[in-house]
């Protein structure tokens, strides 16, 4: 709990920019970040929020897919030349594709809109929190529930008894969770394991998906730490 | 009529013009009289010249008439003209005069050069004459047939290629019937339309349906009026067949019974081309109706999805935010904003259902089948609902060695959100709701079932159509048609849904899945000194 308050105020400095054109969708995100105590950045176009993001060096980014001057990707293109902070993607419902592209573009999460208020500040408070891990050496030992991983000595142990994976599990589970938090498309994922010849093959992908939620998780059909994004990819969360 | 008969004469005698004179085809009788009229003529016209003229170029002009006779009246008048000329020469002009007797033999030679000049003449004639005929007459056929190709062309309705065709046929074969029976979309000849206006009789019927089958020229006389026999065409498009033209003919006209068949069979060709441009014209028309449409009903889905949506992301936010205003809201304020923002997310529920119906009513929905494991979009479905299912426990059996399916994860998902949101709200709190896979056949059968109340029965089959609820008046509130998406989703991957109250209580849906052949995943060995 006192790790959780350090990490609120610490958090509570951070500069959060908002790029949508919706008015009144600016109006009730930017009063849930207040009462984070963020400091907020508004734009309505990809141009304001390139200029502003430019400017201001903010820690995070909420971008709207849907913007008067060109769609999220583009702003996502662009930014990601420079700029390796966090991008939280608001975007409607039945636009996988939109929401594929941005995230393949360099985006790091999604939220479907309408949204929870609650839910958008937790991905905030996530994808803060993944950035400034960015940030510093990643530790060779991680551990959720009662699974632990060393890639330092390449072992994962549940219950203190070692896991037998083979290298594609392995490779698969060390990629997602050193990107927790992050939404990964089937693309990226099968790019990185398989190669860029097997982008159209994503039942190998979910095959060895489900090949890991059956030997980490307690239950596979309800997994809490390897999580679906239909349609788009997978989310690890600690 | 010995004007007449001049005048045809004279035509060619002055050799001009090689136009098939009158008198040719006069009766036998007048060019008979004609020839003799000529030969008498050209007598006493010669009568006069007698003493001034040297006897052999009497003799020429002789010839000449009989060359004239025998060209313009045909062989056996020139005959005769020769054999009269003859006669009159040697009687009025040859020594002894008014006798037919002959003093000189070499009159016998003269008298059959005539009779021989007058026979070529006149074969060579005729034969020039039948050549011409035919010329003419092909030379009617290729412009009726011309005619028509040019009608085809320019035809943009089967009303206007009827009209043509009765024209040509009426005016080249005399066809006394010009039916053309089209098949329908399902390959049946339609007899009776607005345009053959009274269907032929049942036996007649047989035959124009073996034609179209076959691809057949018939020809039969029963069906026809007297004097008269029908013929059958096929009309053989590129592609297929096209339809059968039937033509009632004069039986009679056996003269060019070749040309005649050649005729038909380019017309009916030139036919079967233009049913066909129009039969592609209308398939072309309603693909581009059908694109427009579809178009235009996925830009207004879309828009009304954004604008609809917007004011309620707003509606939801702004709800939400109102709890973490400052200074906190009284308890009695607090539950309203809660309760406003629990309705805006079911208003939400409702467009979203209403959106997704409309999508699947347009039967154009493009399903993205992929080969995953069943037990993934399950997961991510009961991750979805969240909070819908509140206290109620979820059972997942699927076994671990169920085979990947093809689906289109994204309605997958809605499917088991709608069954497992339907199957916690019809269920008491903290009871369990159980979701079972297996293989049965070739499918995979899907069950999901709660210890609620079970569907009423009278209306178990009713509840999968759009917009009915099992209750008139239910206790739990919801919109009744994500059975209905359900249904259309499943439907649309080829499976079965339906709805059971099994014996033990409770309520089940039970659904199936094509199974198909999944793809093969290598396995991967687990090496030595790798991870472990």
């Known amino acids: ?238 | 009529m010995v004007t007449g008969l001049m005048a045809g004469i004279r035509l060619h005698a002055i050799g001009v013009t090689m136009q098939l004179p009158l008198d040719h085809n006069a009766h036998p009788v007048l060019r008979y009289a004609g020839a003799v009229l000529t030969a008498c003529l050209c007598a006493i016209l010669c009568l006069p010249l007698l003493g001034r003229l040297d006897l052999a170029n009497i003799l020429m002009l002789f010839l000449l008439a009989v060359a004239i006779t025998a060209a313009g009246f045909g062989r056996g008048p020139g005959i005769l003209a020769a054999c009269l000329s003859v006669v009159l020469f040697d009687f009025l002009f040859v020594e002894p005069r008014f006798s037919l007797a002959v003093h000189d033999g070499q009159y016998v030679v003269t008298f059959v050069v005539m009779l021989l000049v007058a026979i070529l003449i006149s074969h060579l004639s005729s034969l020039l004459r039948e050549q011409l005929h035919e010329a003419q007459y092909r030379e009617q056929r290729t412009r009726i047939l011309y005619e028509c190709a040019r009608h085809f062309a320019g035809a943009m309705t089967r009303t206007q290629i009827d009209e043509t065709l009765h024209t040509c046929l009426s005016e080249s074969v005399h066809a006394s019937r010009v039916a053309v029976y089209l098949p329908d979309e399902q390959e049946n000849l339609v007899f009776a339309d607005s345009v053959n206006r009274a269907a032929p009789s049942v036996p007649e019927k047989l035959v124009i349906q073996t034609t179209y089958a076959s691809g057949q020229k018939q020809e039969i006389s029963e069906f026809a009026a007297d004097g008269f026999r029908t013929v059958y065409l096929p009309l053989r498009g590129a592609t297929r067949m096209r339809g059968v033209l039937v033509l009632d003919l004069p039986a009679n006209r056996e003269d060019h019974a070749d040309d005649r068949q050649y005729f038909l069979e380019a017309l009916s060709s030139l036919l079967a081309t233009a049913l066909e441009r129009l039969h592609f014209v209308a398939v072309a028309q309603a693909a581009e109706l059908g694109m427009q449409s579809e178009r235009l009903r996925g830009s207004i889905l879309s828009s009304i999805s954004h604008d609809i949506r917007t004011p309620l992301t707003v509606l939801c936010g702004l709800a939400d935010t109102l709890q973490l205003t400052q200074p906190e809201l009284s308890a009695e304020t607090r539950d309203i904003a809660e309760s406003l923002r629990a309705q805006a997310f079911r208003l939400h529920g409702m467009v979203d259902n209403l959106l997704d119906m409309a999508r699947l009513q347009s039967g154009k929905v493009q399903l993205k089948r992929e080969w995953q494991p069943l037990e993934e979009v399950v997961g991510a479905s009961i991750h979805v609902l969240g909070n819908a299912l509140s206290s109620r426990v979820v059972q997942v059996n699927i076994p671990s060695d169920l085979p990947l399916v093809q689906f289109d994860a994204v309605l997958m998902e809605r499917v088991f959100c709608n069954l497992l949101e339907n199957a916690a709200k019809y269920s008491p709190q903290d009871s369990t709701i159980t979701l079972a896979a297996a293989v049965q056949g070739d499918a995979v059968e899907i069950s999901i079932s709660n210890a609620g109340d079970g569907f009423p029965a009278d209306a178990i089959r009713d509840l999968l159509d759009v917009f009915s609820r099992g209750q008139q008046e239910s206790p739990v509130q919801g919109f009744g048609i994500g059975l209905s998406i359900c249904r259309s989703i499943i439907e649309a991957h080829g499976g079965r849904i339906c709805l059971v109250n099994p014996q033990e209580g409770g309520a089940r849906v039970v659904f199936t899945l094509p199974l198909g052949m999944p793809p093969t995943i290598e396995p991967e060995n687990v090496l030595p000194g790798l991870p472990t």
Do not use: C
């Open chain 1, 1 to 238: 709990m006192i790790a959780r308050e350090t990490v609120v105020s610490h958090e509570s400095r951070a500069t959060v920019l908002l790029v949508e054109d919706e008015q009144e969708i600016r109006r009730f995100v930017r009063t849930a970040l207040h009462s984070e105590h963020y400091r907020v950045l508004e734009a309505g176009a990809i141009r304001d929020g390139l200029v502003t993001a430019g400017n201001e060096k903010p820690d995070l980014v909420i971008l709207d897919l849907g913007l008067p001057d060109g769609d999220g990707v583009q702003f996502m293109h662009d930014f990601r030349h420079w700029s390796p902070v966090p991008v939280l993607v608001l975007s409607a419902r039945s636009a996988e594709k939109e929401k594929i592209a941005a995230l393949d573009a360099g985006a790091d999460d999604y939220l479907t809109k309408p949204f929870a208020v609650g839910e958008l500040l937790a991905r905030v408070r996530a994808l803060l929190r993944r950035g400034q891990q960015l940030q510093v050496v990643p530790e060779a030992h991680l551990s959720f529930s009662d699974v632990s991983v060393d890639m330092a000595r390449r072992v994962v142990t549940r219950h203190a008894e070692p896991v037998h994976l083979t290298p594609i599990e392995y490779r698969l589970l060390v990629l997602l969770v050193t990107n927790a938090g992050k939404v990964m498309t089937h693309r990226h994922l099968l790019r990185e394991i398989w190669g860029a010849g097997q982008a159209d093959n994503s039942h190998y992908l979910r095959v060895y998906v489900g090949h890991l939620r059956q030997k980490l998780e307690k239950d596979p059909a309800q997994p809490q730490h390897i999580l679906t994004e239909t349609a788009v990819g997978y989310r690890f969360v600690f």
